[in-house]
């Protein structure tokens, strides 16, 4: 450990490339960008020297002056006091190296930053080793996951010719306007693919929604379609148990073949004989799609990545199509919620890289949503970690109106015919709102939902 220590001093610190990178900042605000894309304040190792970007970054985002004078004004005098007071951040401006000269300590930094990353993740996984609570496999993955987020998104994959870059595009180009389905996975809902023409490699999309909105059902609707497409799915099942999405699926099915048995009816065994035929039946074509759980033992994100890549492995093909349900459960390293779920976010956008699939993870939102007379999500409402909706491609939220309808019934006799009617208009709607696709348009799909069955269809009224 002594070792870790003095690489985290000698190896991992440089305060003279910290002060030189602040000194150009403090000259010229358009800097910030750049140092932002870098790493932002966590480029900065000193706590001072953090806390001086943090706030150049917050006044120049703010249109305000960014200079010594007025960044020393707004910084705590006791913070200043070590280092000589305000005329410090003067003495930074003053040795500030040339503009040309700033990528280079940027570059720096952000390689000091990466080894802080790698050490503390070293000697966190020496400390689980020694107190000897997790298995191999899971420190070894909760490593690695921490190994991932390190790696950055600052030039991690280096520079990317023009050529290169219209030749794949070309490609996608090229079997969208033919009707393959060679990288896109459909999600197999036509109102929701006519806005996102489909989940592609690499990409890390959000599904979120309250508790009974429905994002569960849509997540293994998409599973199922995908794999009936022929496509190998992995649902990190997180909330449920395989056994459960079993039964979900082969309820889905039943509806499918108009014989519907609900899923909760199949726990109690409540179902007709013409009923358990077809339900023998659905369960051969079932049970042959090319899907892969990981149960709640995953719930790390160390075991979750480990799992992750051993399905893609064993899968025929490898996977087209990662599922995690849901953010929120996933544990990892991270000291508090806010870097907790920073971690996962930026572990599950990497991995999407790694096995060049899409990610659809699952996020619980804000409680903030039921005191809204409109309860219809927004981006704002995504829980603990504004690293979510930086990373994601694409955000959807399920919306289903009937549910805050149900618990809104008029004891009134007089209002009780208008609320009918209100339901009648509701019954088995959903809404999937787009609420963020950088390569497309926002807008949102109507469908019909039974979440009694699973079954998605069409919304023709």
Known sequence: MSNVARIDQSVAFSPEAEQAALGAILLDSELCTLACAAGGADLFNDPLHAEIFTVARRKDASGELVSPVTVAAAL???????????????????????????????????????????????????????????????????????????EGGYGRNGPVSMMKAVTTAME???????????????????????????????ELILLGGRPSMGKSGVALGIALNAARAGHGVCIASLEM?????????????????????????????DMSEPQVKTLRECAEDVAALPITFLSREHEDIGALIAGAKQA??????????????YVQILKGAGQNRYELITEISTALKRLSGQLNVPVLALSQLSRQVESRDDKRPMLSDLRESGQLEQDADAVLFCYRDEYYLEREKPT?????????????????RLEIIVAKQRQGEIRTAHVRFNPATNLIWSDRG
């Open 312 to 325: 893609h492995r064993t899968t025929e093909g490898g996977l087209k199509l990662l599922i995690v349900d």
């Open 172 to 202: 996608q180009i090229r079997a969208a306007y033919s009707g393959e389905s060679s990288f896109a996975v459909r999600t197999g809902i036509p109102e929701l693919d006519s806005i996102i023409s489909g989940l592609y490699p690499g």
């Open 241 to 269: 148990n395989p056994e459960a999405m079993a039964m979900r699926a082969l309820s889905e099915a039943t509806a499918n073949a108009r014989n519907a048995v609900y899923y909760s009816n199949m726990r109690r065994g």
């Open 76 to 150: 705590s005098s006791d913070l200043l006091r070590d280092v000589g007071g305000a005329g410090y951040l003067a003495r930074l401006a003053g040795s500030a190296p040339a503009r040309a000269s700033f990528r280079g300590y940027l570059d720096f930094l952000a390689d000091l930053q990466r080894k802080r990353k790698i050490s503390a993740a070293l000697t966190e996984a020496g400390a689980a080793i020694a107190r000897g609570e997790d298995a191999a496999h899971i420190i070894a993955g909760r490593l690695e996951a921490a190994l991932i987020a390190s």
């Open 412 to 428: 009134n006799p007089d209002k009780l015919e208008a609320w009918e009617a209100c339901m009648e208009r509701a019954k088995n």
